[in-house]
């Protein structure tokens, strides 16, 4: 058996809140009441009094604008 790898370790990836946001200006949107009430209560079951940017790009990657699951 080889005692290199045989593939590169993982890059560390950088935290949300220091890399740029990929989208330019006009293309962000904000995110509807209903997926707000969804990272309300996904920042609530974590135990914090409101949702930070994590359970706010949840909300935002799984739940739709009417408040459905997205697919």
Do not use: I
Request: cysteine-free; glycine content about 4%; hydrophobic content about 25%.
């Amino acid at each position: 058996m080889p005692s290199t790898p045989t593939r590169a370790p993982p890059k560390p990836r950088t935290k949300p809140w220091t890399r740029p946001n990929p989208k330019p200006r006009p293309a962000r949107t904000q995110l509807s009441e209903a997926q707000k009430d969804a990272a309300r209560q996904r920042a609530d079951e974590g135990g914090r009094r409101y949702p930070n940017l994590v359970d706010n790009m949840w909300a935002s990657r799984h739940v739709a604008k009417d408040g459905s699951p997205k697919a």
